[in-house]
């Protein structure tokens, strides 16, 4: 009776036998150290040749997440040369995914060199079904071609949303008494439902600026826009200020920050101060009300509905040359 050791070494000598027909070995090799497992071609043959191996053989991304495969080549009977790498995509789920690989590379006698398959998953605004795709990793050397397969795992991502801001990228500048938009926001991501809006201003000081959402709450997928509106009073001390903002749903949250400088009352032109630009803007403006056609509401300083004297005297006491 053939013992079980002794019929696994047949059965291995068979598949062996029949491998060699093609002239090349696939051997199974697992890397203890990381627990995963990678395919090569080896070749039996005599006559120079090269073999691949992928480690892992098996990645998965996610959502705005990259992972990559190391394909590893192999020298054998002394091959030596310049390998050209390509990938193909054998199967693709509905949605995105995309992938960087070094297209060739060199190869000298009896040693190993490797390229790496990276692989990322989807982007702002793209959305990707959940599946299995497969890569087709092939090196060709003159008639040499050999390849190997990775399967990439695509993976959901966990519910989650950011913020998108439109203006204020490089701060707001308003002048003290003004009320005006600072930025407009909205969100984006995989969650799906009611966001809260809230918006603070740090440091708080007496008679500082306030800022409020004309719309608190923004719904995905199609949440729209968000107007962020800076208010301040003809008190409120000028200087640096930060704005920040958070988007709040559930155990969910997100925020962003906006810098605020405060000028002088009177900087008509929010340039940080109050100079003679800003004196004749309020004098061209003298008189008029809001139902003027030249009417500047910048220019109103005190914030009575009418350009005159008390605005250009305000403005003068906070003027800078």
């Not at 199974?28 to 006559?47: E, F, K, Y």
């Not at 998953?121 to 040499?144: R, W």
């Not at 995989?190 to 809006?197: E, I, M």
Request: charged content about 10%.
């Amino acid at each position: 009776m053939l013992s079980a050791s002794f019929k696994d070494r047949l059965s291995w000598f068979r598949r062996l036998s029949a491998l060699s027909i093609t002239g090349l070995l696939l051997v199974s090799i697992v890397s203890t150290s990381a627990g995963v497992r990678g395919s090569t071609t080896q070749p039996l043959s005599s006559s120079p040749d090269f073999g691949m191996t992928a480690d892992p053989a098996s990645i998965t991304v996610s959502y705005m997440t990259l992972n990559s495969s190391t394909i590893i080549f192999t020298s054998f009977n002394g091959f030596s040369g310049t390998i050209a790498v390509s990938a193909t995509s054998a199967s693709q789920p509905a949605g995105c995914i995309g992938y960087s690989l070094q297209s060739s590379l060199s190869l000298t006698p009896n040693n190993s060199a490797y390229v790496s398959l990276k692989v990322n998953g989807c982007g702002p605004g793209q959305t990707a079904e959940q599946g299995t795709v497969l890569f087709n990793v092939t090196g060709t050397s003159g008639s040499l071609s050999h390849s190997v397969t990775v399967n990439v795992q695509l993976v959901p991502p966990p519910p989650y949303f950011v913020f998108s801001q439109y203006g204020g990228y490089y701060g707001v500048t308003v002048s003290a008494g003004q009320t005006r938009l600072g930025v407009q926001v909205s969100i984006w991501g995989t969650y799906k439902g009611t966001v809260t809006l809230t918006a603070r201003v740090e440091p708080i000081v007496a008679n500082g600026p306030t800022v409020s959402f004309n719309a608190s709450q923004l719904t995905l997928p199609s949440p729209g826009r968000s107007n962020l509106t800076i208010s301040t009073t003809t008190a409120t001390p000028p200087g640096q200020y930060s704005i920040w903002y958070k988007g709040t749903a559930g155990n969910l949250t997100s925020s962003a920050e906006v810098d605020l400088v405060i000028s002088p009352a009177g900087d008509v032109d929010n340039d940080g101060k109050v100079n003679l630009n800003d004196l004749v803007f309020i004098v061209l403006a003298d008189g008029a009300t809001p139902s003027s056609p030249f009417f500047n509401h910048a220019a109103d300083v005190i914030r009575d509905g009418m350009v005159n004297i008390l605005d250009l005297v305000l403005a003068a006491s906070n003027y800078q040359s």
